[in-house]
């Protein structure tokens, strides 16, 4: 049987993640001290202290969401519980690199850090540079769109290409479920058309701005200058890219997937379709593991059609690592 962590992205982060199981496992806890020394950041403040606004930031969810993921992950190896193969839904990339061998501990939290706060700054500069038609009391940001297939949505953004403000598909979540990023009135003409078109629900996301879209782009500029002097080994495990959704080979690869990652979408769907498939042409068993707060990707697991041949179990909890271990 073989065994493939999911990590999860920012949205996920909630105050009080992971307490219950850094106060029962001491391995964890002391993860995010070591965490704590390295980044310079009061990270159990944020994980247990933060009020939702303050860790929806980047400058904050990206490190805090990264650390509780870990933690995680550190508890799961502790019960013997390993990764033969590892995918990370946007951010989640970052743990995943991590526990495929390609950063070292240390590194996964400077780089985590500098991106966080690269794309904190960049996302307030967009804030800044929007037009003083932007709507009253809204930012560039998120949504999720459901109720509408992927496809559905790039055509009414075709549609749309003559309206006010600027959107982009940033995120393939499900058939069902597609996030979009843009600017504020950009999101209101979109939320509009998408309704009419049929579309159930629109749902604003708790994150800083318009991640996974070219409006990123001086953010993926300083970032991959940043990465310059970091160091990318070759994957150990299996390591599927949510820039491609096909399996990383090299460091070098996932170097240059990491700076493309800020402004590329993220082909989630991709990712479950080449996951499913390796395991059914290999012949072999696999079970997913959402090692990080929450359980959204297994619930897109369940909706990808998939999860009759393999089980996604959300480990999020100090209840749910028990249940499993």
Known sequence: ????????GQGAQFPG????ICDAHPEAMRLVKEAEEISGEALSEWLW???ASLLSRSDRSQLAITVASLAIAKVLEIKGIKADAVAGFSLGEYPALYTSGVLSF????????????????????IQNESSSSELDNASPGMAAVIGLETEEIIAILKEYSGEKGIVFPVNMNSPKQTVVAGTAEGLAVCERLCKEKGA????????????HSPLMHKAAK????????I????????FFSNVTGDIIKSGEEAKRRAVEHITYPVLWTSVEKKIHAFFEESKSKAVL?????????????????????????????????????
């Open 1 to 8: 049987m073989s065994t493939v962590f999911l990590f999860p």
């Open 17 to 20: 993640m992971v307490k219950d």
């Open 49 to 51: 202290n933060s009020d």
């Open 106 to 125: 240390a590194d996964t939290i400077r780089v985590v850090k500098e991106r966080g706060r690269i794309m904190q700054e960049a996302c307030e500069a």
């Open 200 to 211: 159930r629900r629109f749902i604003r996301l708790q994150v800083a701005g318009p991640f």
């Open 222 to 229: 300083d970032f991959g200058n940043f990465l310059e002097t």
């Open 231 to 238: 160091s990318f080994q070759n994957p150990k495990t299996l």
């Open 289 to 325: 593991l959402e090692v990080g707060p929450g359980k959204v990707l297994s619930g897109l697991w369940r909706d990808s059609g998939y999860a009759e041949a393999i089980t996604s179990i959300p480990c999020g909890t100090l209840e749910q690592i028990q249940s499993i271990i």
